[in-house]
């Protein structure tokens, strides 16, 4: 499966649901090339930019970096489909980690 698309982020452990949401509607974009994958996000007030790799056949390993309420963020992360659906994880570089479950948006 490729993990190539628009994942809409529909939940998360960390956040109210009213944060995801705050400023648009919370997504991450993924484009696979081979074992490459890149991509961007956005959720409440973070936005960033990926740059990952697959490492097994359900799992990307990836660096980010962005912004978090304006302030420069950046860390490591993993993307692990499961099933139909996503689990997107944010670790800021000396900070806290965020998951986000996905569901791949319909394509347009």
């Not at 997504?27 to 490492?55: A, F, P, W």
């Amino acid at each position: 499966m490729t993990f190539s698309g628009t994942w809409a982020i529909v939940s998360s452990p960390d956040f109210y649901d009213d944060y995801l949401s705050e400023e648009v509607d919370p997504y991450v974009k993924l484009r696979q090339s081979g074992k490459n994958v890149q991509g961007e996000y956005h959720v409440g007030y973070q936005q960033g930019t990926i740059d990952g790799r697959l490492d097994a056949d359900q799992r990307v390993t990836f660096s980010f970096e962005g912004s978090d309420e304006m302030d420069s963020v950046s860390g490591a992360g993993t993307i692990v489909l499961q099933g139909d659906r996503m689990v997107f994880t944010l670790m800021y570089h000396y900070g806290d980690d965020y998951t986000f479950e996905c569901e791949r948006r319909a394509s347009n």
